[in-house]
């Protein structure tokens, strides 16, 4: 039996996981300042739940669950009777219907659906705005490469029931605190309005094409500006209305000549003119506060391709290494609505946990303390001396430090060894003249000496 995982799926070790922890902890740790409350939600979702709110890209992604035991059964023998021909089972209305038919749950794409989903359900629980946190994984059926993982960690952070854009305001600093935390000393968030691209689907005349230019547009960084614009004619955006496009991907400068120039092009718009006052709204407030290390920076051609977003959208990359996006997020007027919820607005973000832990390992950025295991190790000599380290284990524990037994009375070498694999940087060793004196064999592992400590002398060496 070969032993494998699937493609995209990957086990952590232990120094690998002390590292995530540290992530982790300092996102938490930064939502919880800014007042957020952590929510945790089922792994699996409804599929109805998921379907029809990532458009048709994303709801390809998701990874349906199939129906158990009867129903399988029943789905099976439903479809076998109402196909008559190889043509019609490899129809592609014949395979969505499958789906449906043979499966009723599915794994969850992303956090941001699910939450609308709890907000929902739970609505006469929460206290509005609702600040909510989540730390948990999702799965999608991408394929594997650097950066994209079929099962990964989002960090979600949403407020919903407020229009405020303060609240854009606070999710910015979130994300240079954060990322500034971790050690990142070069990056941009990048910012644009949902408004400003139905602006411009407006501006040529195609304001139902929103979701087609939108979707091409955001693919603009990964295959090109030519290969934008014949995906934008494939989907029926004529040649002249190419060239009105145009001026979209000419726009330079900083960000108060970008507005200056989409003030112009969208000089028509109401809307297109709503989405430049959001975003200027929020970029004169943060020039106000400062940043720490981010670069807030327009980006005309931003446009995040999940359907729900209508207002500010975000996206964070760093300049110090190559990857895609590390962070995202955005404005969502009515996600809500789609289960009964009308009006209820809400923003929210994410960092890509996976994404900054290859950026960080790339470039260094974790500090020794993240990975710190055991610090302490008792060598077993055997069933007295084992009996006499354990008070002393516990003395150290309600003193902070990680210490361990070795819990089998083995020879010195192969103990010696086990301390060695896993780094740990003290050893103590017990015998009679340690229990009859009360004072320690200790080995500092990296310096290689040895000394003679009580218990207070050892706790203070270790916390040196």
Known sequence: MKVGIPKGMRDFSPQVMAKRNYIFDTIKKSFQLYGFEQIETPTMENRETLTGKYGD?????????????????????????????????????????????????????????????????????????????????????????KGRYREFYQCDADIIGSDSLLNEVELVKLFDGVLSDLGFKDFSIKLNNRKILSGIAEVIGRPEMIIPITVAIDKLEKIGLEKVKEELSQRGISEEELNLIQPLFEIKGDNVQKLTQLSEFLKDSDIGLKGIEEVQFILSTIDALGL????????????????YYTGAIFEVVTNEAKMGSICGGGRYADLTGIFGLKNMSGVGISFGADRIYDVMEELGLFPESSSAGTKVFFVNFGEKEAAFALS????????????????D????????????????????????????????????????????????????????
């Open 57 to 145: 890209e994303g709801d390809s992604l998701i990874f349906n669950i199939l129906q158990r035991g009867d129903k399988f059964k029943k789905a099976i023998t439903g479809l076998e009777l109402g196909v008559r021909s190889s043509q019609e089972f490899n129809d592609d209305a014949f395979l969505n219907k499958s789906v449906s038919s043979f499966a009723d749950m599915a794994l969850r794409y992303d956090l941001t659906v699910p939450f609308a989903r709890y907000v929902v359900r739970h609505q006469n629980e929460i206290s509005f705005p609702f600040k909510r946190f989540q730390i948990q994984p999702v799965w999608r059926a991408d394929r594997p490469q």
């Open 292 to 307: 720490k290390k981010a670069t807030l920076e327009v980006d005309v051609t931003l446009a995040r391709g999940l359907d």
């Open 392 to 407: 002393l284990l516990q003395q150290l524990r309600e003193a902070g430090i990680r210490v361990e037994l070795y819990p």
């Open 409 to 464: 009375t083995a020879k010195m070498k192969k103990q010696m060894k086990y301390a060695n694999d896993k780094q740990i940087p003290f050893v103590v060793m017990i015998g009679d003249e340690e229990m009859s004196s009360g004072e320690l064999s200790l080995k500092n592992m990296e310096s290689g000496e040895q000394s003679k400590v009580t218990v207070e002398e050892l706790i203070k060496a270790v916390r040196k």
